[in-house]
């Protein structure tokens, strides 16, 4: 397609158990960003990648948070062991890294639910 | 510490007038600045650019603003409709980075 996609749309887990949130950016994009966005909320930065340098991982928030992104494309967030305060709206953007423009594409989220 | 702040309080107006809306931050060097409209179970979407040294940018109805000695950036809908409602947020990219930190956004409410 000609976006980000982001899959699932939606998934409910139940408390401790481990998930994983995948991103296809849109091809070509160098650079891929992972936001979290609780209700009513702004967009709180977890983890940039830029093509093969090593990802900006400064905004996990704790070791129970993970990403990688496979041969500069697709991306898996991993949430181990998931609590309730994790529940929010994940969001993955991509962008393709010029002099100057970085406009970020975003996809649509995954909403996240732990009960 | 380093802040973005944007108004959390909705600003309502009516329609045709313009709205203007404000991003504030703190600690940071930007060396560009952009604005992203956002629309309730959707991803945010790209507006406007502006460079560290450009004053201005105009787009449409858009117009913003950027002063790295007040670290301020003004975002104005002029000529504004109900279809313009929804939450913009700004984001800052340094120079040495190529990550974008957001605000918390501002939501707009234009009445017809």
């Known amino acids: 397609g000609a976006g980000v996609s982001q899959s699932p749309s939606n998934k409910v887990t139940e408390k401790g158990k481990d998930v994983e949130l995948r991103c296809d950016p849109i091809?070509?994009?160098?650079?891929l960003y992972w936001y979290r966005q609780s209700l009513g909320q702004g967009l709180e930065f977890l983890i940039y990648f830029q093509g093969n340098s090593a990802p900006d991982k400064s905004g996990l928030p704790s070791d129970r948070f993970s990403a990688e992104r496979t041969g500069g494309s697709v991306s898996t967030l991993t949430i181990q062991r998931t609590q309730q305060e994790d529940s929010a709206v994940y969001l993955c953007?991509?962008?393709?890294?010029?002099?100057?423009?970085?406009?970020?594409?975003f996809g649509q989220g995954t909403r996240l639910t732990v009960v | 510490s380093q802040k973005i702040e944007q108004n959390s309080e909705a600003l309502n107006i009516q329609e045709g007038k313009t709205a203007t809306l404000t991003c504030n931050y703190t600690?940071?060097?930007?060396?560009?600045l952009q604005w992203y409209r956002q629309d309730p179970g959707r991803g945010p979407v790209f507006l406007l650019l502006?460079?560290?040294?450009?004053k201005e940018k105009r787009k449409e109805r858009l117009k913003v603003t950027f002063d790295t000695t007040l670290k301020q950036s003004l975002f104005h809908i002029t000529a504004s409709q109900p279809a313009d409602s929804a939450t913009y947020l700004c984001a800052l990219r340094m120079d040495s980075s190529y990550k974008l930190i957001f605000g918390s956004g501002t939501r707009l409410l234009v009445r017809p």
């Open positions: 600690n940071y060097s930007p060396a560009y």
């Open positions: 953007a991509s962008s393709f890294i010029t002099g100057g423009g970085t406009e970020a594409f």
């Open positions: 502006i460079r560290e040294n450009e």
């Open positions: 091809s070509g994009h160098t650079a």
